[in-house]
């Protein structure tokens, strides 16, 4: 599986970025994917995902900004992320899984995105 990723960049706070990452290769149609992000100094963590039937999952601290969506037609997972914030900042990498019967397959990831949230 491949993951291609696009739609980072520097935005002032409280400004809008959406990102978009296409899968291709053999998928899997049930599946997960997702965003994660790593600032400099932290840990990788998981800032959104979505199941392959339309589950959506978010972590706290983007809950009610930013909101993640998908094209099952199209492979392509995005994240809508409004009322950016400073500590947004961080590398976003897409992630991809597929899911067996409830087991979570390989993590499949993308080249990160750099997003900066900066005036």
């Known amino acids: 599986v491949q993951l291609q990723a696009s739609g980072g960049g520097l935005v002032q706070p409280g400004g809008s970025l959406r990102l978009s990452c296409a899968a291709s290769?053999?998928?899997?149609?049930?599946?997960?994917m997702g965003w994660y992000r790593q600032a400099p100094g932290k840990q990788r963590e998981l800032v959104a995902d979505?199941?392959?039937?339309?589950?959506?999952k978010y972590t706290d601290s983007v809950k009610g900004r930013f909101t993640i969506s998908r094209d099952n037609a199209k492979n392509t997972v995005y994240l809508q992320m409004n009322s950016l914030k400073p500590e947004d900042t961080a590398v976003y990498y897409c992630?991809?899984?597929?899911?067996?019967?409830?087991?979570?397959?390989?993590?499949?990831w993308g080249k990160g995105t750099l997003v900066t949230v900066s005036s």
């Open positions: 979505i199941t392959s039937g339309g589950k959506p």
């Open positions: 290769g053999s998928i899997f149609s049930i599946n997960v």
């Open positions: 992630n991809f899984a597929p899911n067996y019967s409830g087991r979570r397959g390989m993590d499949y």
